[in-house]
């Protein structure tokens, strides 16, 4: 949340990736024709019509601003202490998505009102993260997290009798904590989207979900990685105890052995 929610250069470029996409646009097309019929029942005779030719509008960039906007807006919304849906106004909208309408019922597109379009749900509540209550803590939290992971992995190793066992141990530690972050970044969207019913809010959140967390699947895949290395590090440690037998002595008795030396 700190790197791609509560920066808004961020958001705003993973937002518009996550609204361009195909399935995106396919079920934003169908929403707009849900309020369009909704306006007009008589407009179901054209559903499929309507949502294809919506669907090249949004295609050809005809709503590029409008992506730009609703970025934007749902940035705002969701850094606010808002426990509300994410509504937004696309009576803008009206006019780019009634021309094609036109040409198939001519007197059905004339009768849809532009109040239809004034308040659409995009997202519903129970899929929006309230971020605006920790936002100012999430810097704070992530760099205190990370400094004492390190402290603790340090001091481990540092204070054990056996520092390859140690190493061993927070090597594992750290491995299994970066296949936990991959594997959530993988597979939390669907399990999400398995409680949300609202089709249009089902899709945005499984492609969001893709989007804003490619960069924890990358942290992952690095911890995952570290951790291997971490624990290999200790058992070459652990082979060399056992072959030259220090793995049975003290710290402080091969420190007096190889003193004996000089």
């Known amino acids: 949340m700190d790197r791609s929610v509560a920066s808004e250069a961020a958001f705003l470029e993973h937002a518009t ?47 590029d601003s409008v992506f730009d906007r609703l970025a934007i807006e749902g940035h705002r919304h969701v850094m606010s202490q808002s426990d509300e849906p994410f509504t937004a106004d ?106 949300i019913t609202d089709e249009l809010t089902r899709v945005l959140v499984l492609n969001g979900y893709t989007v804003f967390s490619r960069s924890l699947q990358t942290e992952g895949l690095l911890l995952t990685i570290l951790g291997v290395a971490t624990t290999a590090a200790g058992l070459i440690g652990v082979v060399v105890e056992v072959a030259t037998g220090d793995e049975r002595r003290p710290p402080g008795e091969i420190r007096r052995d190889a003193s004996l030396i000089y």
Do not use: N
Request: hydrophobic share 60%; aromatic share 6%.
């Open 17 to 63: 990736e996550v609204l361009v996409m195909d399935s995106s646009q396919e079920a934003i097309a169908v929403r707009l024709m849900d309020e369009a019929i909704g306006a007009v029942p008589l407009l179901a005779l054209v559903r499929g019509a309507g949502e294809s030719a919506t669907i090249v509008l949004l295609d050809s960039g005809a709503f």
């Open 90 to 195: 696309l009576t803008d909208v009206r006019a780019v998505l009634v021309a094609p309408i036109a040409q198939i019922a001519p007197d059905l597109a004339e009768r849809v009102p532009v109040d239809a379009f004034e308040s659409v749900v995009i997202l519903d509540s129970d899929a929006l993260p309230v971020v605006g209550r920790v936002a100012g803590w999430l810097p704070v939290v992530s760099v205190f997290a990370a400094a004492a992971a390190v402290f603790l992995a340090v001091a481990l190793v540092m204070l054990s009798r056996r520092r390859a066992i140690a190493l061993i141990t927070v090597g594992l530690a750290v491995m299994i904590a970066g296949l936990g972050v991959y594997a959530w970044s993988r597979f939390g969207g669907p399990i999400a989207a398995d409680q």
